[in-house]
């Protein structure tokens, strides 16, 4: 942020406001404070007999990589309209929303995943435009070596496993900032 | 928003940008897309002992009523900590963060709701900067009629009949744009 939004001024500061405990953006000009908040990312786990609908990625970051039908919820959105949205762009699939499956922060991004269980409605899906390629897979077929998100490969394992445990709950967790090991750290050689 | 944050041009533009669905404001000037998303608001049902913490507002709006310790998500956070420091802000008290227990979607003002079950860890409590009053209520003693936001009247409704029923689940829905009624259309006189 460079110039208020407000008024234009060249006059941005990082300060903490009166009465406030974090820094914020605050224009010295006109006073208005400038608040960041996280993001949330909706999106769903397409179910068809068994098998999970997954996105090969057209767009980066990621780009060639496998996900589930996600994006950012908009203004004016409930979650399931648009985890709806999303599976419809990137999937041009039909689901039935089901039930909150993962919830998931992302402190060191300032996002915060929510995932829900669907069924696909019908086999008619196909990629949308920032998909290359969606298809259906068993647990066996998954790529778990090319998947995209790490709150991806989360929704999937934490589903396969329920599955196998046979029972599906809420899954509410976080993902904090991978950090990066050298090679002495990590046993490798 | 009157001017663009990034290059201070006062030509910002409300148009869908190429490749997109949705109307953006976007700046002539230096092509800036500046994304709007919808705000967390986290906070938690604090039990002791059968009764319920509540937290009477010291600020707009709904200044004066009754509501659960809750707030807008903070960048870096998680929603477990966001949940944790809005109770340590709003009532003085220390909780330890549960399940989540309801997820409501408000379109029309672009939130979510995001409340976790918790247990107060003292009768070590009193109100901060931005309560009045912070009390343990009893089903019976909650001041129905004063609550300040239809979020907390669902989710203390959905808690003391889950607790009637025996088990507490995770509640998903969403709540409209109240419409407001001419008295013909409502039966009064």
Redesign the interface.
């Known amino acids: 942020?460079?110039?208020?939004?407000?008024?234009?001024a060249?006059a941005?500061e990082l300060r903490v406001p009166e009465?406030d405990?974090?820094p914020r953006y605050v224009c010295a000009a006109c006073h208005t404070i400038?608040?960041?908040?996280?993001?949330?990312v909706v999106g769903c786990l397409p179910e068809w007999r068994g098998k999970v609908l997954l996105c090969k990625r057209a767009i980066v970051p990621r780009l060639g990589l496998w996900t589930l039908p996600a994006g950012?919820?908009?203004?004016?959105?409930?979650?399931?309209?648009g985890a709806l949205r999303e599976t419809l762009?990137e999937a041009k699939a039909q689901v039935d929303i089901g039930?909150?499956y993962t919830?998931i922060?992302l402190?060191?991004i300032?996002q915060?995943y929510?995932m829900f269980r669907a069924r696909l409605a019908s086999l008619d899906f196909g990629p949308g435009?920032e998909s290359l390629e969606v298809r259906l897979f068993d647990e066996d077929d998954v790529p778990w070596g090319e998947l995209a998100f790490r709150t991806i490969t989360r929704t999937l394992r934490n589903y396969f496993l329920d599955r196998k445990l046979g029972g599906l709950r809420?899954h509410?967790s976080?993902i904090e900032k991978r950090a990066t090991l050298k090679p002495e750290l990590t046993g490798a050689a």
Chains 1, 2 share one sequence.
């Open positions: 942020m460079n110039f208020c939004s407000q008024c234009g060249a941005i009465g405990t974090l400038h608040y960041r908040n996280p993001k949330i950012f919820l908009e203004n004016g959105e409930t979650l399931a309209a762009e039930e909150l919830v922060s402190p060191h300032s915060v929510m435009p809420l509410v976080a």
